[in-house]
């Protein structure tokens, strides 16, 4: 199993024996027991890699991913509803609840990796839509990792199922 570490005060992830830049939540991290729909904090502690969603002319394919993965469509989404019974959860828009839409135009989500957080089961409530995912415009994300599409895209065939990220 690998392990990539996030450094939260550097800004850093450790990754394959290189450093990368990231970017983290915009109010910082939280203890994962402490983490909140729409604190805008990054949850400390080690998440599994689920899996990854890729955007269609964005990501060159073919994928060399071992993770389970798939292309995103236009109509994707994330429930971020406390009151959804799919809360922390993919859904496809129009969706009767709150759901991030997944298909951006700043190239956040061109790449995603999907990780753990409050998935087994998910507690309405307690976090939502937990990624690693590309830099986007703003400087810092609403409580996920980011990193440059290219250093994302070269680690994607390094990762296997069990890999995780540990937030720190």
Not at 24 to 37: D, F, L, Q, V, Y
Not at 40 to 59: D, E, K, Q, S, Y
Not at 103 to 129: E, M, T
Not at 140 to 147: F, L
Request: glycine share 12%.
């Amino acid at each position: 199993m690998t392990v990539l570490c996030v450094d939260t005060a550097a800004r850093t992830l450790d990754a394959f024996g290189a450093t990368i830049r990231c970017e983290i939540g915009r109010a910082g991290t939280i203890a994962a027991s402490a983490k909140r729909e729409g604190d805008g904090a990054t949850p400390l502690g080690t998440w599994p890699i689920r899996g990854a969603l890729l955007r269609p002319g964005r990501v060159a394919g073919p994928i060399a991913s071992r993770l389970p993965w798939r292309w995103l469509r236009p109509d994707d989404g994330w429930s971020d509803d406390r009151a959804d019974p799919a809360y922390n959860r993919p859904v496809r828009h129009p969706h009767p609840f709150s759901a991030e839409r997944l298909w951006r135009q700043d190239g956040a989500y061109d790449l995603i990796l999907v990780l753990g957080h409050n998935d087994g089961p998910p507690v309405p409530g307690l976090g939502s839509a937990i990624f690693l995912h590309c830099l986007g415009t703003k400087g810092y994300t609403e409580g996920c990792v980011a990193v440059a599409r290219e250093c994302l895209s070269a680690l994607l065939p390094r990762l296997v199922p069990g890999d995780a990220v540990t937030i720190g």
